[in-house]
Nanobody, 122 residues
Framework: QVQLVESGGGLVQAGGSLRLSCAAS????????IGWFRHAPGKQREFVAR????????YYADSVKGRFTISRNNANNTVYLQMDSLKPEDTAVYYC???????????????WGQGTQVTVSS
């Protein structure tokens, strides 16, 4: 099993920045892909970004491309999501998940963290 714990959320003004962290523990060798998703009230869960552990390959949703950066530190089993130029529409609960597939499909992620709230004020 894998345990994921997110941190770093908060309240920020539009145009500001936040860095989210996703710390993994347990069977981290199986953490082939770590993805970030977000869920805003009244909307479906949305893919944000993902990173592959073996080669660092990344992929972003069009809505965040150029503003968000996903990175990893394999030494401490942590994945980061640097969020710059934040917009009110980025407001959501952000979750990290683990998958054995290089995918953006949430249903293919096996383990999830508890989520961290990001609120962007206008």
């Amino acid at each position: 099993q894998v345990q994921l714990v997110e941190s770093g959320g908060g309240l920020v003004q539009a145009g500001g920045s936040l860095r989210l962290s996703c710390a993994a523990s347990g069977d981290t060798l199986s953490c082939s892909v770590i993805g970030w998703f977000r869920h805003a009230p009244g909307k479906q869960r949305e893919f944000v970004a993902r990173i592959r552990s073996n080669d660092g390959a990344t992929y972003y949703a069009d809505s965040v491309k150029g503003r968000f950066t996903i990175s990893r530190n394999n030494a401490n089993n942590t994945v980061y999501l640097q969020m710059d130029s934040l917009k009110p529409e980025d407001t959501a609960v952000y979750y990290c998940g683990q998958s054995g597939y290089t995918t953006i499909i949430g249903a293919l992620y096996d383990y999830w963290g508890q989520g961290t709230q990001v609120t962007v004020s206008s």
